[in-house]
């Protein structure tokens, strides 16, 4: 045991160098001792999940979102976000059951779609139009938000990021509403 504490000693090689007149230089190797034996102490944990729940309790709780006061830069993150995945998706699944509908017999040529499309009633197709032209224009718009404030033009500060969100979402509403009236 002794010789086990021995060799954990933290020692230090000190070197002296002691010049010689004809200039060559000899070096003197000791052994400094800087500190004195230390004991390990081993704690053994009998209840492994008391010593995690202790820790989890310790740990910074983050704040829930409800506590937070919505804002229009978050608001256009979020819907940037969603409209991408949903219009993405939309055209996949539109893309897959185009290349499925053989298989299946089902007619999808361009012009069935139109005359299944026609006769719906007015009401349905605006609605339609609008379930998809509001997110096409959201999300088509945002991203020249995007653009616009990363390049750092128009961004005076925190106000003019809010007016330029609620721009945004002006344009998007007006562009979506004129593309779902038309023809």
Not at 8 to 32: D, N, Y
């Amino acid at each position: 045991m002794a010789s086990i504490q021995k060799l954990t000693r933290p020692r230090l090689i000190e070197q002296t160098f002691q010049h010689v007149s004809r200039g060559t230089a000899k070096v003197t190797r000791r052994l400094v001792n800087h500190s004195s034996p230390r004991k390990v102490q081993f704690e053994v944990i009998q209840d492994k999940t008391h010593h995690l729940t202790s820790q989890r309790l310790k740990r910074p709780v983050s704040p829930h979102l409800s506590i937070y006061q919505p804002q229009i830069n978050s608001f256009l993150s979020i819907s940037m976000r969603i409209t991408g995945t949903f219009l993405s998706g939309g055209l996949y699944l539109f893309s897959c059951l185009y290349l499925l509908s053989p298989t299946f017999g089902i007619d999808m040529s361009s012009e069935h779609l139109a005359s299944v499309f026609g006769s719906w009633p007015t009401g349905a197709q605006i609605a339609a139009k609008l379930f998809v032209a509001f997110p096409m224009s959201l999300h088509f718009f945002g991203s020249l938000r995007n653009m616009v404030q990363v390049m750092g033009k128009g961004v005076a500060g925190s106000r003019s990021m809010v007016r330029m969100g609620w721009v945004t979402v002006g344009v998007s509403a007006a562009t979506a509403v004129g593309l779902a009236g038309w023809v």
